[in-house]
């Protein structure tokens, strides 16, 4: 079961380059998300997804975009890198159903740093 | 402002023994509070999720607790292991969309 699975698990990227990080789930699941997390901070909502071709901003979306182009694929890209944006990025997804006490589950998460 | 606050930031315990984790939050409207693992390197685990009317809640040796009047929730492991070692993070749900609210979670380190 590959459950939910981020691409790259790292990167290192100049200020100023683009760059997208993928991710894939195998569970059919409606909904997607992208988070990212620094240190002494919980999880950060970035931008999010009910379903195929729809996406939504979150909490901190500046300088991110998204795509969902196909159920299973969520992308996130960053079009110009910048130092603010070193942090950890974690991918999950979930059922989207009216009982919205279900299970999120998450990517292995990718370490971007931007020098 | 919804906020999700863990205390105490970090702990350390010897293997075996058992230990409290606390969570206050003040996220209206309050769908689910949830306790995720997170090991070095990985993307947080599920333990486990309750809802308003549910004040208990176990995954082996993992118990949750919730009191909704107080917004207050614990985790308590009970004879802990090196494998618990990990960081425990409270999250709740404001039932938009399964939108999560983080705490910054509570680092455990077992100790042998």
């Known amino acids: 079961n590959a459950g939910v699975t981020q691409t790259p698990k790292f990167r290192v990227l100049k200020t100023g380059q683009s760059m997208t990080l993928l991710c894939a789930q195998d569970?059919?699941?409606?909904?997607m998300y992208w988070y990212r997390q620094d240190p002494g901070m919980g999880l950060r909502l970035i931008h999010y997804?009910?379903?195929?071709?729809?996406?939504a901003k979150g909490e901190v979306p500046d300088g991110y975009n998204v795509s969902r182009l196909k159920k299973q694929n969520f992308l996130l890209g960053l079009e110009s890198a910048a130092p603010s944006q070193t942090s950890v990025y974690f991918c999950?997804?979930?059922?989207?159903?009216?009982?919205?006490?279900?299970?999120?589950?998450f990517g292995q998460g990718t370490r971007l740093t931007v020098v | 402002k919804n906020q999700v606050e863990q205390s105490p930031q970090s702990l350390i315990i010897l293997e075996g023994k058992n230990c409290t984790l606390q969570?206050?939050?003040?996220?209206?409207?309050?769908?689910?509070l949830r306790w995720y693992k997170q090991d070095t390197g990985r993307g947080p685990v599920s333990l486990t999720i309750?809802?308003?009317?549910?004040n208990t809640k176990s995954n082996g040796r993992y118990t949750a607790t919730l009191d909704a009047d107080t917004k207050q929730s614990s985790l308590h492991i009970t004879a802990s292991q090196l494998s618990d070692s990990a960081s425990y993070i409270c999250?709740?749900?404001?039932?938009?969309?399964?939108?999560?609210?983080f705490g910054a979670g509570t680092r455990l380190a077992v100790h042998p």
């Open positions: 569970m059919n699941h409606e909904y």
């Open positions: 969570c206050n939050y003040t996220v209206s409207p309050f769908s689910n």
């Open positions: 999950a997804s979930s059922w989207g159903t009216r009982d919205l006490n279900t299970e999120a589950f």
């Open positions: 997804s009910v379903g195929e071709g729809t996406t």
């Open positions: 999250v709740v749900s404001d039932g938009g969309y399964n939108k999560l609210i």
């Open positions: 309750m809802t308003f009317s549910e």
